[in-house]
């Protein structure tokens, strides 16, 4: 084994199931609407790999689990007997994904799966058969990546054809879908202009104790229970309807699933929102709350003396210093030094920014590598499954076979090995 996750099972284990409760806590609801944690669990699976996840929901009691793609979800289904929401939409244009769809839709668990649409055009072609299909219409919230307008989900759900489909279990809606930002919103979302259902007599100023993202979900939550009342007041009127079973159409639509709310936003929307059904889609919280349960370590496998000057690897950079190279277990392959763009707001943030940015042009790059209790400078860039690592003279030098620690990003991390959670 040459790059390892340790974990401490009971620690890490012990920090998910907090997570859990503290959810449950803040969303429970005395009118027995109350929802649950949805673990997310797609990509790397934050490291762990996502079919121990899927495995670690299920002992946890959770009965629905979120997933990235369909690809993700056929991979998965068989780990497991919990309903699975994919939160990449649903979208007929892209074939390569509509193939494994239909992969899905045929196998035995195919009711089991949740789609998220996010326009008209992927509704219509599940409208129009053979179903059934479970899915969750998504809202454009201010993180501005997919969704539908509330005017545009309005027209929708009162078009032609609508109600057929509901009554008939075509389509079984689940809920509406709402992927928020990770910071609060900048826009003012106590008053978003152009959707009916936000006027003055629909929608009050929502209470002044909801952050801006609570704020944003509560004027959506309240909004898709006046719609859901409309429609089903449509339903109820109609001679060809019988009642009950316009009822029994939107049973599991009266819910929210909502990313990126802290507990206390999601126990202020509780009650804010007490008659609807709170699904609180978490992933790195759960899987990454206490970053002390587990570190990564890459392998030491060869140690070679070098002196100042002296050439060595691919690109044949010479080293800084009197000191030694070290070959450590961990390269592009495992996500080492890989990192997405910096999130540089300040002066400070930009300075460092800048000044890591001349040295890299410079040829010198910082490793995750830990030696000593100090990041080491690569030699040159890491390799598919190693690094080079220079450690200088009067540091104490690693044996091959000793473990270095490496601080590395969980969600592009890919390990040879996952250690303390096979039990």
Wanted: hydrophobic share 45%; proline share 5%.
């Amino acid at each position: 084994m040459t790059f390892t996750l340790h974990v401490d099972g009971q620690r890490w284990r012990t920090s998910s199931t907090t997570v859990r409760d503290d959810v449950r806590a803040a969303i429970a609801s005395e009118q027995h609407v109350d929802g649950d944690l949805v673990p997310v669990i797609k990509g790397n699976g934050y490291g762990f790999g996502n079919e121990r996840l899927v495995k670690e929901a299920d002992r946890l009691g959770l009965t629905r689990i979120a997933v990235g793609t369909i690809f993700e979800a056929a991979e998965l289904l068989r780990f497991s007997t919990a309903d699975v929401l994919v939160l990449t939409p649903f979208d007929p244009r892209d074939q390569t994904a509509s193939n494994v769809w239909s992969q899905v839709a045929a196998s035995n668990d195919h009711g089991r799966i949740i789609r998220t649409v996010a326009d008209r055009e992927a509704w219509d072609v599940l409208a129009a058969g053979p179903g059934p299909v479970r899915l969750v219409l998504e809202g454009l919230t201010s993180m501005g990546r997919f969704g539908m307008s509330a005017d545009d989900i309005a027209d929708l759900l009162s078009a032609p054809g609508t109600a057929e489909v509901l009554i008939n279990g075509r389509i079984q809606l689940e809920g509406l879908a709402l992927h928020l930002p990770m910071v609060q919103p900048q826009t003012n979302h106590r008053s978003i202009p152009g959707a009916r259902w936000h006027d003055a007599s629909v929608a009050p100023v929502p209470p002044s104790h909801l952050s801006a993202r609570a704020a944003e979900a509560w004027k959506w939550g309240l909004g898709w229970q006046v719609i859901l009342a409309d429609v089903s007041e449509r339903l109820n009127s109609s001679p060809d309807v019988q009642g009950q079973r316009a009822v029994t159409a939107f049973t599991s639509a009266a819910a929210l699933w909502i990313s990126h709310l802290e507990d206390a936003e999601l126990r202020s929307l509780r009650a804010a929102l007490p008659d609807i059904e709170l699904f609180a889609r978490i992933g790195t919280r759960l899987w990454l709350g206490d970053r002390g349960a587990f570190h990564a370590e890459g392998t030491v496998l060869s140690v070679n003396p070098i002196s100042k000057g002296i050439t060595a690897g691919y690109r044949q950079r010479r080293a800084p210093g009197n000191g030694a190279i070290l070959v450590i277990g961990g390269g592009t392959a495992h996500g080492v030094a890989l990192s997405a763009p910096s999130n540089v707001s300040s002066v400070r943030q930009r300075a460092v920014a800048a000044g890591t940015g001349v040295l890299e042009a410079a040829g010198r790059s910082l490793s995750p590598f830990i030696i000593d209790g100090s990041q080491r400078w690569f030699i040159e860039p890491p390799h598919m499954q190693v690094s080079l690592v220079h450690v200088p003279t009067g540091v104490p030098i690693p044996n091959v076979g000793d473990h270095v620690t490496v601080e590395v990003r969980m969600t592009t991390a890919h390990f040879d090995a996952v250690l303390g959670l096979d039990d």
